[in-house]
């Protein structure tokens, strides 16, 4: 393939692991991209969350690849100290903007792509292209929520945040919700929605081998929900079948019925032997990628209002939702007793996916930024909220 244009995208991790929801989103976006014709050239750190091995640098052929050595003392630097305000750290280093600046310069790219609010003195000096950050949630509300819990004041973080986002042209949000919160701040950059995408993969199988089904990595708010789930919300069910696949399968001890899947290659099976897919989450920020995967498969999902985060549709999205620890397990067993109530909510889910998370809306929402976007039919979202 002829790659016509060139894209600069900064992403600290190794996404190749897939660990994440994260680093699926990611590896989509260069997908996408380079079926666009565009070449990715990846700027990337060894050593900042995981390491990149020689076998997965083979494996990026969608551009070139530079690889900058993470300098832990910059993490040291940028710990949140008792009684100090917290302000938004800088994870940059004056060698690690020289080192990018110098990779622009040779490269010829046509865009910029940051990742998340921390880099953005990546930046300094690359003038004449248009300069996109990827967001990923918003860096603010999840720390409050990660540490303050209460005791958080947000005004220098979050002034800084939005001085932030403001340096660049486009900011790509995948939370509908934070779009509309972040938007009216900044006066520059123009805020585009990209979430997921994933194939269709609805199926007619009924042979559920597993009542529930959770998954997630090993984040603090994947290990506080389970907790809180088994806790409180696994005593009051009748006996149940429930899978947990995911890093997190490793921060939960055993209870009777429960299989644990730390690490597995292919979800599609699990997902089409599962009922229901649970998602018990008390906090977090962006969108939950979990949620988006599991319409895919059609499946109905039983969720905290956290689990629909990012989603500004708060109905008829093939989801029952539940804060309490009773009214979630109550959720649950309609849902196992009501054949009309699944059907329903399998098919809102199968509806809401096609509308959300397609590769079409996913492409479309590309080329706002990326081209074609004189060539095609406004694809705005709504900017309101809609509570059932």
């Not at 393939?1 to 929801?21: C, D, R």
């Not at 020689?54 to 832990?72: A, C, M, N, Q, V």
């Not at 972040?182 to 950059?189: I, K, R, S, V």
């Amino acid at each position: 393939m002829n790659q016509s244009n060139k894209i600069l995208l900064f992403y600290p991790h190794n996404f190749f692991e897939m660990s994440s929801g994260t680093h699926l989103r990611v590896h989509q976006l260069i997908t996408a991209l380079w079926n666009k014709s565009f070449q990715v050239d990846l700027f990337s750190l060894e050593g900042f969350s995981n390491l990149w091995p020689e076998s997965d640098r083979k494996r990026y052929t969608y551009g070139k690849l530079h690889i900058f050595p993470w300098d832990k003392e910059i993490g040291r630097r940028n710990r949140p100290r008792p009684g100090r305000e917290r302000r938004l750290p800088d994870l940059t280093s004056e060698a690690m903007r020289r080192e990018f600046r110098r990779f622009f310069a040779n490269g010829g790219h046509d865009f910029v792509v940051v990742s998340y609010a921390f880099w953005t003195k990546l930046i300094d000096g690359i003038t004449g292209v248009p300069r996109i950050i990827d967001l990923h949630d918003c860096i603010t509300l999840n720390e409050h929520q990660r540490f303050g819990r209460g005791q958080f004041t947000l005004g220098r973080m979050f002034q800084d945040e939005i001085q932030a986002i403001d340096r660049f042209d486009f900011a790509l949000s995948i939370s509908e919700e934070e779009s509309l919160f972040l938007q009216p701040f900044c006066n520059h950059a123009v805020f585009v929605n990209l979430a997921v995408y994933f194939p269709k993969r609805f199926s007619e199988i009924r042979d559920f081998k597993y009542d529930l089904l959770f998954v997630g990595s090993e984040n603090p708010f994947n290990v506080e929900g389970l907790h809180w789930f088994f806790y409180k919300v696994y005593p009051l069910l009748p006996k149940c079948k429930i899978v947990v696949v995911g890093g997190v399968a490793d921060s939960i001890k055993d209870f009777p019925g429960l299989k644990k899947f730390p690490h597995i290659k292919n979800l599609a099976p699990i997902y089409q032997k599962s009922k229901i897919v649970i998602c018990p989450l008390l906090g977090g920020t962006g969108l939950k990628v979990k949620v988006a995967e599991a319409l895919s498969f059609g499946r109905p999902i039983v969720t905290t209002r956290w689990g629909l985060t990012g989603i500004a549709e708060k109905k008829d999205n093939g989801c029952l939702v539940a804060d309490e620890a009773s009214g979630f397990a109550d959720a649950i067993y309609r849902l196992s007793q009501d054949d009309a109530l699944l059907v329903q909510k399998e098919q809102e889910a199968c509806t809401f996916f096609e509308k959300k998370f397609s590769f079409g809306k996913f492409s479309r929402r590309l080329d706002l930024v990326f081209g074609n976007a004189d060539s095609m039919e406004d694809d705005a979202d709504s900017c309101s909220i809609s509570y059932g």
